[in-house]
C-alpha cells in the first residue's frame, strides 16, 4: 500500500490545478492533482506541505481534509488522501520541470487524466451547501420564493423533503423547473428521484447495490454511525449528510456527534460527507476542518 498526500489547490474564482507527470516517473505525461509520497510516520497533512513546496515552491495555510480514495495500478495499490487547499503563500511554479495547467469544471480537462481521478472530479462538482426544504415551517408559497432567491444568488443542490406536506408533488415540480433556470440539481428525499434520490438511513441499509435511475442521477442518502456511511461507500453512493452535529429544533433531545464524533466517522470516508444538525452558514470552516464536504442545512439555509 502506497500511501499518497494529493491536493486540491482551489482559487477564489473556482479554478484549481493540475500537474503532469514528468518524463522517467510511473504514467509520465498523464495529468493528475499535485502532491506526493507519504514517508513512514509522516501525517499526511505534513506530507501534504512538504510536497507542495517541493514541487511548486508554495507554503500551504489552509488545508481542509477531504476525501480518501483507493487505487489499484499496474505497479501499485495506492490510497490517495485529498485535500483542498483553499489559501497558500506564494505563486505556484514548476520545480521538477513539471507542467502543471489551471482547470474548471464544465470546461475540457487535460488528457490523459489519471484513471483515480474520475470520481474526484465528480465529487468536486457538489457545492458546499446542500439545501434542505422546510415548507413545512415557511408555507408552501414562502418556500418557493427563498428557492428562487437563493438560486438566483448561486444555490445549486436542493433536497425537497417535507414528506408530510399535502403540496409535496407541487413542491418538487416548481423547485424543479426553478433548478433548470439557474442550472441547480433537485433531489427528492425518498423518491421519486428528480436529479437524484436522497434515502433516509433505515433506507439505506436495506439497499443491496446502488439504485440506477439513469447514469446521471445524484444517490444519497442519511447516516448517523459508521457502519451506516460504510454501507453508503460500499454500494458507491454520490455522497452522505451525516449528523446531527449540534441539538436541532426537528429532533428535540436527540444525542448528538459534536464536531469530534463527526470526524472521527467521517475520517478516510471514501465519498463527500455533508455535515448537518443545527448548523449555520458561519459553521462552514469548522465542519470542512472535521472533514466534512460542506454544510447539508435546513433552517440554516433559508433564514
Not at 500500500?1 to 489547490?9: D, G, L, T
Not at 489519471?114 to 446542500?130: D, G, I, Q, R, T
Not at 418538487?172 to 433556470?181: D, E, G, L
Amino acid at each position: 500500500m502506497v500511501e499518497v498526500a494529493a491536493a486540491v489547490i482551489e482559487r477564489a474564482d473556482g479554478a484549481f490545478l493540475l500537474a503532469q507527470r514528468p518524463a522517467g516517473k510511473v504514467y509520465a505525461g498523464w495529468w493528475e492533482f499535485p502532491g506526493g509520497k507519504v514517508e513512514e510516520g509522516e501525517a499526511p497533512e505534513h506530507a501534504l506541505a512538504r510536497e507542495l513546496h517541493e514541487e511548486l515552491g508554495i507554503d500551504v495555510l489552509t488545508a481542509f481534509p477531504w476525501i480518501t480514495r483507493m487505487h489499484v495500478y499496474e505497479h501499485a495499490t495506492v490510497r490517495l488522501h485529498f485535500f483542498r487547499v483553499t489559501r497558500w503563500r506564494g505563486e505556484p511554479h514548476p520545480r521538477e520541470s513539471q507542467a502543471f495547467v489551471w482547470q474548471r469544471l464544465g470546461e475540457r480537462m487535460a488528457s490523459p487524466m489519471l484513471p483515480a481521478n474520475a470520481p474526484v472530479l465528480a465529487a468536486l462538482s457538489l457545492p458546499l451547501e446542500y439545501a434542505i426544504t422546510d415548507a413545512q415551517a415557511l408555507g408552501a408559497a414562502e418556500q418557493l420564493a427563498r428557492v428562487e432567491a437563493r438560486m438566483k444568488a448561486g444555490l445549486r443542490l436542493v433536497q425537497v423533503r417535507d414528506k408530510g406536506n399535502w403540496e409535496r408533488s407541487r413542491l418538487i415540480y416548481v423547485i424543479t423547473s426553478i433548478a433548470r433556470q439557474y442550472g441547480a440539481r433537485v433531489l427528492v428525499n425518498s423518491g421519486p428521484a428528480a436529479d437524484g434520490i436522497h434515502y433516509t438511513a433505515d433506507q439505506l441499509m436495506t439497499l443491496r447495490a446502488r439504485p440506477e435511475d439513469g447514469l446521471s442521477s445524484l444517490v444519497a442518502a442519511s447516516c448517523h454511525t459508521v457502519e451506516e456511511l460504510g454501507h453508503a461507500m460500499a454500494i458507491g453512493l454520490d455522497f452522505v449528510v451525516l449528523g446531527p452535529v449540534k441539538p436541532t429544533a426537528s429532533h428535540p433531545g436527540a444525542p448528538t456527534l459534536g464536531w469530534e464524533g463527526f470526524r472521527r466517522i467521517a475520517e478516510g470516508a471514501s465519498i463527500p460527507v455533508y455535515a448537518i444538525g443545527g448548523l449555520a452558514p458561519e459553521d462552514l470552516d469548522e465542519a470542512r476542518r472535521a472533514g466534512a464536504h460542506g454544510l447539508a442545512m435546513i433552517r440554516g439555509s433559508w433564514r
